[in-house]
């Protein structure tokens, strides 16, 4: 069965850095986009970051452009997001998720906290 193991959070300090993985299983994972999704407190679930199949195509929300990276490595079916300089305002629950055949398969999530 489809398993997406989010892993890499934590409490980190504003200007501080932390890498996100992503570990799938159950499906190609070469041939599916791969997204990153965070969801703060009282807040609705947003895009963060989407990687093309083969990493070509890439696009990230404003607010966290020029400072995430999303990056994948089809050998080891891991999707990355490396998040440097972090805000307080970064602080949520992040997701990976993929979609297969239109039916949307979500991790558990990792915290990252970003506090002083």
């Known amino acids: 069965q489809v398993q997406l193991v989010e892993s890499g959070g934590g409490l980190v300090q504003p200007g501080g850095s932390l890498r996100l993985s992503c570990a799938a299983s159950?499906?190609?994972?070469?041939?599916?986009?791969m997204r990153w999704y965070r969801q703060a407190p009282n807040k609705e679930r947003e895009l963060v970051a989407t990687?093309?199949?083969?990493?070509?195509?890439?696009n990230y929300a404003g607010s966290v452009k020029g400072r995430f990276t999303i990056s994948r490595d089809n050998a080891k079916n891991t999707v990355y997001l490396q998040m440097n300089n972090l805000e307080p305002d970064d602080t949520a629950v992040y997701y990976c998720?993929?979609?297969?055949?239109?039916?949307?398969?979500w991790g558990q999530g990792t915290q990252v906290t970003v506090s002083s």
């Open positions: 998720k993929a979609v297969l055949a239109f039916v949307a398969y």
């Open positions: 990687i093309a199949q083969s990493g070509g195509s890439i």
């Open positions: 159950g499906f190609t994972f070469s041939s599916s986009v």
